[in-house]
Structures are given as C-alpha cells and as structure tokens.
C-alpha cells in the first residue's frame, strides 16, 4: 500500500511554530476560530495519525491565488489526495463578514488533476429549521456548490439538514459524516440519526443552567480572542471573563474551555504554563470571593 500524502486547502491549522505579536496573528490563518483547527487535525489523525508537517493553504480567504502555480504542482505531482477543508458556510451570511472566493477556489481546482475531498460542510440556519432555507441562499454560493460537487466523488456533510439542503440545490453526490472532528477518536464511529426524542439536552450559551445534570454545552459565546490574549500574550488587564470562568463555570464546562486549546501546537503551550502562577492566584482570590459573599448572604 502505497504512503498517504495530502495536501490541505483551507487548513486553518498551525503546524509548525510560528512568531505572534497580537490575537490575530494566531487567529487569522486559523480563520478566526480555534475550532476550525480541530477540523484538520481530525481528519490528519484519522488518515496520518497525527499532526506533522505537510503541505497546506492556511486560509483560504486569505490565499494569493496570483502564486498557486506552485501548490498545484505540489498536489500535481507529489501529493496522493487533496482535502478542502469547510466548516458550515452554507447559510445567509458568512462569519466575520467573510465570503468565500468562489471563481478563485474553482479556477483553482479545475487545474488538479485528483479529485477533491470535501469532509465536514454544513448549512447554519439561525432561525430553526427551515423548509425553504435553500431558496433564500446566495445565488454565488448555489453554483460554487454545484461546481465544486464537480470535482468531488462524495461530498461529506455534516447532517442530514445539510444533506436535504444540497439535494434541493440538486446535488447527490453526497454522504452524512458528521464533523471531522467527530472522528478525533477513532476512525470506526459511524453517524446514525435519532429520533428527535432520543435528543440529549444542549446548551449553546454561555449563561449556564446549574440545575440540570447530564447535558452538553457548546461554549459559542466566549469571546477566544479575550481567552487567547489573556493565556499567550500575558494580557491580564481585564480579569472580569478569567473570573466569570473560574467563579461561575461549572468544572466539566470549565474543562471544556482549556481542553478546546490542545490544538495549540506543544511549543505554544510552554507560553500558558508561564501563566499557572497568574491562573493559581486568580483562583485563590475568587476563593476569598466567594467566600465573602457566602459570608454576607448568611447575613
């Protein structure tokens, strides 16, 4: 069996060290999330094994399509497969008042002589679901879709929303795989659809519910470019988010925020370990604090 060797589109991922001054020199090539990253590094421990060091385009929306030549070689010549990496830009309006370069991206892949592997796209309705979410989306958008199936033996999608969605766009070659990040874990799990009555609770906001046990959260709300700052760049001169984390955020949860980091390269996290002593005070005062008002409520 011959080696795998891929190259990432849109990666979104750091692999190897880097220099930062600010946030967003962290956060741009990962296109503005840390979770993008955890996309990536699903997929490469699933066909790779790990992280390592291969060719890749960081962000695509950032990309000087006027230098591909060169990766097009790459993929061209050198490289096995070829993975695009997308998150859920099938809704209204992209995040961060982004757009995807639609004629850019499929100028690009018509000269690959492999086809493209797309894992993990999702469509994001915000208003619940919709029967005619498909007829309300970007025209521009539509036929990237439809062109970019083109290039695809299977489209994997997120779930079956996405999947209904492509199918009224007319698109078929697709497959329910969940997020690639589903498979950090193992490579065997298999997405099946439950009944909505099987659904478990789910918390997506940040203003927790103590009173219910056994449900999951999505920590969407926080701000990561606070959280960064405050752990890489040794910002600490607004404690009001670090205390809200340690006072108010149950253990689990808690746990959640920091374990969302490990995609951080080691090297990065020699910089957070410099911070445990800020991080131990910290959580020795909210200790004296919630002491004082345990104090003054017995009052």
Not at 114 to 132: H, R, T, Y
Not at 155 to 169: A, D, N, P
Not at 224 to 235: F, G, K, V
Request: aromatic share 12%.
């Amino acid at each position: 069996m011959s080696k795998v060797k891929p190259f990432f589109i849109n990666s979104n991922i750091h692999l190897k060290e880097f220099s930062y001054k600010t946030v967003e020199d962290i956060l741009t090539p990962l296109g503005g999330n840390t979770g993008n990253s955890y996309i990536t590094y699903g997929l490469m421990k699933a066909v790779l094994g790990g992280i390592c060091d291969i060719p890749h385009i960081q962000n695509i929306y950032t990309y000087d399509f006027s230098k591909s030549d060169k990766d097009i070689e790459i993929i061209n010549n050198e490289c096995t497969h070829v993975f695009f990496i997308l998150q859920d830009q099938i809704r209204l309006f992209e995040s961060y008042s982004l757009t995807l370069p639609y004629t850019n991206i499929i100028n690009f892949l018509k000269r690959l002589n492999k086809k493209v592997i797309v894992a993990g796209l999702g469509a994001n309705c915000f208003s619940g679901f919709d029967k005619e979410f498909y007829k309300k989306l970007n025209p521009e958008l539509v036929e990237f879709l439809r062109k970019l199936s083109e290039y695809c033996e299977l489209i994997g999608l997120r779930g079956e929303f996405t999947q209904e969605v492509m199918s009224k766009l007319g698109i078929s070659n697709t497959e329910v795989i969940g997020c690639p990040s589903y498979f950090e874990n193992g490579r065997d799990r298999i997405v099946h659809k439950k009944p909505f009555g099987e659904l478990n609770i789910m918390q997506s906001s940040k203003n927790f519910t103590r009173s219910i046990n056994n449900y999951h959260t999505v920590l969407q709300d926080f701000n990561e470019r606070d959280i960064i700052a405050r752990l890489t760049l040794d910002d600490f001169t607004a404690l009001a988010l670090l205390l809200f984390v340690v006072i108010m955020i149950p253990e689990q949860q808690k746990c959640a925020i920091f374990l969302k980091f490990h995609i951080i390269p080691s090297w990065m996290t020699k910089k957070l370990f410099k911070n445990i002593m800020k991080w131990q005070m910290l959580m020795l005062l909210t200790v004296l604090i919630q002491l004082c008002l345990t104090i003054t409520n017995n009052f």
